[in-house]
């Protein structure tokens, strides 16, 4: 239960070995920092669009576009043919595959995203692995840390499965949609195909192909000051 391979088809990332031998698959997110380490080779070989800022410690595949107002501050690994819109932030220890979107006004930190994902709006990904051509709507937040800042635990079956981690957002399989605003809580687990609503609060296992709704009562009232326009 909780192997990669049940949430991401590995080989739609460069970095596969992150995975081996990984009894849960978060465990991959304690090997960011070491494996970058070890096999980053900075350079940039993509374009750049104006002046972003781009450290040192980047490496930036062919194809892949960096616009002017982007913060690329490493170490990072980043594919081919990405798109990495003004206004990203990319911070420390994240992993990037090809064909993938980072949006403007978000953020990333210690992750990993397969091929062809897409955060295109406002979002924030910390401590959390995105599956191939996952997508987050816009304000989505996959938030990281608990706020008494103790363990992360994944609910099972079996009972509470302690994780190592304090930081630990949201593992997200293989093509799972989550709408605009939700929020997904630390160490949530989402399966491959999933649809999660626009505004949902979530925290927990979502087994595959899974939706996962909201429902809210709206109560609309005829305006009673006079106004008329």
Not at 24 to 44: C, E, H, M, N, T
Not at 56 to 71: C, P, Y
């Amino acid at each position: 239960m909780f192997a990669p391979s049940e949430f991401l088809n590995l080989e739609e990332t460069a970095h596969s070995k992150l995975f081996e031998n990984q009894k849960y698959v978060w465990d991959a997110l304690k090997q960011i920092a070491s494996y970058l380490q070890f096999r980053l080779k900075p350079g940039v070989f993509g374009e750049l669009i104006g002046k972003p800022f781009v450290s040192n410690s980047v490496f930036v595949g062919r194809g892949t576009i960096v616009e002017q107002g982007a913060v690329l501050k490493g170490p990072a690994w980043i594919g081919e043919n990405c798109h990495i819109r003004a206004g990203c932030y990319v911070r420390e220890n994240v992993i990037v595959g090809d064909g993938v979107v980072m949006g403007n006004s978000s953020e990333f930190k210690n992750c990993i995203l397969f091929n062809e994902a897409q955060v295109p709006h406002f979002n924030y990904v910390g401590d959390s692995i995105l599956g191939h051509h996952a997508h987050l709507g816009a304000g989505v937040i996959l938030s990281n840390v608990k706020l008494d800042h103790r363990e992360i635990a994944v609910t099972s079956p079996d009972g509470n499965i302690a994780t190592g981690l304090t930081k630990f957002g949201a593992i997200v399989g293989d093509r799972t949609e989550i709408g605009c605003n939700a929020v997904i809580n630390p160490g949530s687990i989402l399966g491959r195909d999933c649809i999660v609503y626009p505004g949902v609060n979530f925290r927990g296992v979502l087994a595959n192909s899974s939706i996962v709704k909201v429902r809210q009562t709206l109560q609309i009232l005829a305006r009673r000051d006079g106004i008329t326009r």
